[in-house]
Nanobody, 123 residues
């Protein structure tokens, strides 16, 4: 089992940047895909980006392409989400998630989740 903990959320003005971190414990992320999702109040959970740990292959949602970038630190067993040019509509709880056998955008295929970190973007 892998445990995930997100950090780095907070309050930022529109146009600003934040970097979210997701640290994994319990086991290495080798053989996993790690994804970032968000859920705004009253909305469905939305896929943002994913990275296949071993190969480094990345996937991005079109909605945030060019603004959000996923990366990993192999040695630290951590995944990051760099978010630039933030907008008020980016306000949500952001989650990282991991899957051993799936590399796509469907949140219900990810079996391991962190507790989430709140991101609030003011106008």
């Amino acid at each position: 089992q892998v445990q995930l903990v997100e950090s780095g959320g907070g309050l930022v003005q529109a146009g600003g940047s934040l970097r979210l971190s997701c640290v994994a414990s319990g086991r290495t992320l080798s053989m996993y895909t790690v994804g970032w999702f968000r859920q705004a109040s009253g909305k469905e959970r939305e896929f943002l980006a994913a990275i296949i740990w071993n190969s480094g292959t990345k996937y991005n949602a079109d909605s945030v392409k060019g603004r959000f970038t996923i990366s990993r630190d192999y040695a630290k067993n951590m995944v990051y989400l760099q978010m630039n040019s933030l907008k008020p509509e980016d306000t949500a709880v952001y989650y990282c998630a991991a899957s051993r056998d799936y590399s796509g955008s469907s949140y219900d295929r990810y079996g391991f989740w962190g507790q989430g970190t709140q991101v609030t973007v003011s106008s």
